[in-house]
């Protein structure tokens, strides 16, 4: 068997846990996560380094579109294993030099975590040494108001993720809650959504109670309209 050496001081954390706890220095002051942040969708996503190529791309759309993820009441946290002071050297940087996609003079608002010592992208699983042991790889956790990890994606190191796909999670994830049904492949509101059978995503009651307005091929295989309207109204900050 091959012999990979992997240091794991704590389990990775899961879907449906508790988002682990600690406190970090950040480009916009310390934090106490997840507790700061208490009430709102959470993003924490980690890049492999400051000074990078697909970060800094990475960094420009983030920022682009942080006001949209705001709306949906949903901050955004960033980490990489360097220290405060690169990390502002490479905001500023981006800020005066770069531009990516068209979008220039971009400022980075949200905070960015110095973990120099990889405290927390250890407690996160971030540093997966099959890929590198000295860079975190491009996670994603999606965190809910009450704290409890939702959904979590991890890119590897050469690919930059696609910020339109976190942005329909975050949207997909309020709307199964808000509406108790769940979305299907390639969802986007406006699509029809997935009435959960009893006993799988919860018992959709309000559907449940609508039943002509279902379309039932199969009795495990349910779907229902939902008005875009009605999907963004009620998600999405006025
Ligand atoms: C990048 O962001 O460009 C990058 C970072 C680490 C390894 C490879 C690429």
Known sequence: MENINVVETTPMPRIGDNAPGFKAVTTQGEINFPADYN????????????FTPVCTSEFITFAH????????NCKLVGLSIDGLYSHIAWLRT???????????????????IEDIKMDVA?????VQPGESSTKAVRAVFFIDP?????AIIYYPLSLGRNFEELYRVVIALQTADAFSVAT???????????????????????FMADK???????????????DKEK???TILKK
């Not at 993003?43 to 380094?49: E, G, N, Q």
């Not at 009450?146 to 939702?150: F, T």
């Not at 002509?212 to 229902?224: R, S, Y």
């Open 94 to 112: 981006i800020k005066e030099k770069i531009e990516f996609n068209g979008m220039k003079d971009v400022e980075v608002n949200f905070p960015l």
């Open 231 to 233: 999907v963004l109204s």
């Open 184 to 206: 299907p492949a390639d969802w986007q509101p406006g699509d029809d959504v997935i009435v959960p059978t009893a006993g799988s995503c919860g018992t959709a009651k309000e």
């Open 122 to 126: 250890n407690l996160y699983g971030m």
């Open 65 to 72: 579109l942080e006001d949209k993820f705001l709306k949906a």
């Open 146 to 150: 009450k704290g409890i990890i939702r």
């Open 39 to 50: 009430g709102s969708w959470v993003i924490l996503f980690s890049h492999p380094a400051d």
């Open 212 to 226: 002509e307005n279902m379309n039932c091929q199969d009795w495990f295989f349910c779907t229902k309209k939902l």
